[in-house]
């Protein structure tokens, strides 16, 4: 998740944080100091049923352990969120289901992170993959 804050704060403009989320409550202090020194105010949680259903929060970034994805996810499109997920979206084929059929009852975005697809460097290397004709890696 570092990372995408860091990509994310490119976009300080647009892009607000208002919270953030860790069952450690050393990661939430680490985390809130570090967001507070970059200009935002925000609020840390323990508990991700708090975060999704804040007046303050419009989406949720999901940086959790794999299987948590799904069940956060979830909840936050239900709770009126829209969804920026990290990769792997779900263990499964039924969890994606359930996830892109609460996006449509609730009217919602979620986006799953393909960061290497998107990478300037990445499809750099592509497009001159396929320029020479080279079989995709």
């Known amino acids: 998740s ?3 804050y860091g990509e994310a704060k490119r976009f300080k403009e647009q892009v607000n944080f208002t919270a953030v989320c860790d069952v450690d ?8 100091k570090q967001y507070k020194n ?3 105010d925000v609020k840390g949680y323990k508990d991700f049923r708090e975060l999704v259903t804040s007046k303050d ?11 948590w994805h799904a069940i956060i996810a979830i909840a936050a499109l239900k709770a009126g969120k829209d969804v920026y997920c ?7 084929v039924r969890e994606g289901a359930i996830m892109t059929a609460a996006a449509r009852k609730y009217n919602r975005i979620c ?4 960061q290497s697809r998107s ?5 750099e290397a592509i497009l001159q993959a396929f320029r020479a004709n080279m079989p995709a890696v």
């Open 2 to 4: 570092n990372a995408l």
């Open 57 to 67: 929060v419009d989406a949720v970034i999901v940086a959790t352990p794999d299987h």
């Open 38 to 40: 970059d200009g935002y």
């Open 119 to 123: 990478n300037p460097g990445m499809r």
């Open 111 to 114: 986006q799953v992170g393909t």
């Open 25 to 32: 409550a050393r990661h939430v202090d680490h985390a809130v």
């Open 86 to 92: 990290e990769k792997p979206l779900t263990h499964n």
